[in-house]
């Protein structure tokens, strides 16, 4: 598949040209501002889709809105329309096309010319109203509040909000770049196809200003707490993903606490609110650590490094029970709430152990009472 991309050098081309460099048979041709409109021609050799991704949006003037917006795509399709063969296009427009201000005028008169370009040329053509679209490599201080947020914040820059109660509609660029590659290659594998019609980037992410603001502060402020929001699902991975881009390469890296003793270190790594702690520790030869058992916390270690013996009692039954680990066998020793526990290293050399425990540890609760494991006679 042959795709011609304009604006390719822009925030949705970048990521779509980096998207299709993945999919094996693809070619991409690439049309900037420092490419003319006599190149296309040359450009359009055997292209079996285009996407159209060009236009301005922050001019000087408003008389740029239409020479970059409508103007543009008008020369564009005319070029398209005097080829042999018949290329379809996707046009990425904007949710400021139902507006009536200079910027969405010039975008429905530039959707107006590609919906007569499919169908005096019988050709498909797919048209998105995109909503603001975030991610990585948008240009901050530009036309996204997300990216000047996040560059703003990830470098200790005020930000301004004039209305947190403000709703503004997101689209994630990821999400963007599927939907166009996949409707690209329906396109280019049926020339047949003959359809004019609006097409939709889900999900849509309706959020206000202030709440975008704040988890963009906790995002920041979690290096320092540990405690990393819920970034694993939904817009607030994309979210946490598209802030984490922003980071200079200074800030790519950052200390957490480490506690040390006669014993060994522990250092705690990550914090979430609902799924526990990890954190890790080590212990010289011959060190036992532990020794106390807990009502409802519960853990899982594994051994990294060395080798160690984790010893365990029933608090009401006294019942024993121990087994020995090392970091050559990955293996999960979880403990269970009721049972004194252990652990020792009985290997040569420094231990190392990973560590999770099912909830934060709380210095004024700590679920956590000494009782030693072997009893003495």
Same mark, same amino acid.
């Given at each position: ?14 990521? *779509? ?21 006599? #190149? ?45 063969? $018949? ?54 201080? !530009? ?26 509609? *997101? ?43 704040? *988890?963009?502060?906790?995002? $920041? $402020? ?31 890296? !950052? ?37 106390? !058992? ?27 029970? #121990? *087994? ?44 956590? !009472? ?8």
């Amino acid at each position: 598949m042959r795709v011609l991309i304009t604006g390719a050098n822009g925030f949705v081309g970048q990521n *779509l040209t980096t998207h299709l460099n993945e999919i094996n048979g693809v070619e991409i041709i690439k049309y900037t501002r420092s490419n003319s409109l006599d #190149e296309l021609p040359s450009l359009l050799a055997g292209v079996d889709c285009v996407v159209h991704l060009a236009g301005v949006n922050r001019p000087e003037s408003n008389d740029e809105f239409a020479k970059g917006n409508s103007d543009f795509t008008q020369s564009l399709l005319s070029v398209l329309s005097q080829q042999d063969r $018949k290329i379809p296009v996707i046009y990425s427009s904007s949710i400021q096309a139902q507006r009536d201000n200079p910027y969405g005028t010039s975008k429905r008169l530039a959707e107006d010319a590609v919906v007569s370009y499919g169908e005096e040329n019988d050709v498909a053509v797919k048209i998105y109203r995109l909503a603001n679209v975030f991610g990585k490599w948008c240009r901050p201080n !530009y036309n996204s509040m997300v990216a000047t947020f996040c560059y703003n914040i990830c470098n200790d820059l005020p930000i301004q909000i004039n209305d947190e109660s403000a709703e503004v509609s *997101l689209v994630y660029v990821d999400d963007v770049c599927e939907e166009f590659i996949k409707v690209a290659k329906e396109l280019a594998s049926n020339s047949e196809q003959r359809t004019v019609n609006f097409g939709e980037v889900a999900p849509v992410y309706r959020e206000t200003v202030g709440e975008v603001a704040k *988890l963009l502060h906790e995002f $920041k $402020k979690s290096r320092d707490t540990l405690i990393s929001p819920r970034v694993g699902d939904g817009f607030i991975r994309k979210l946490y993903s598209t802030y984490v881009s922003y980071l200079s390469t200074d800030n790519f890296s !950052y200390k957490v606490p480490k506690y040390g003793d006669e014993r060994g270190v522990f250092v705690e790594m990550l914090k979430t609110k609902d799924s526990g702690q990890f954190s890790f520790f080590t212990a010289h030869p011959g060190i036992t650590r532990g020794g106390h !058992y807990h009502h409802t916390k519960n853990e899982k270690f594994l051994v990294i490094k060395g080798r160690a013996r984790f010893c365990f009692r029933h608090m009401i039954t006294n019942e024993f029970y #121990e *087994l020995v680990t090392d970091g050559d066998t990955p293996e999960i020793v979880e403990t269970a709430p009721g049972w004194s526990h252990d652990i020792t290293n009985i290997g040569d050399g420094e231990m190392v152990v990973m560590l999770w425990a099912n909830e934060i540890f709380d210095r004024e609760a700590p679920d956590t !009472y000494a009782a030693p494991v072997k009893l003495t006679d």
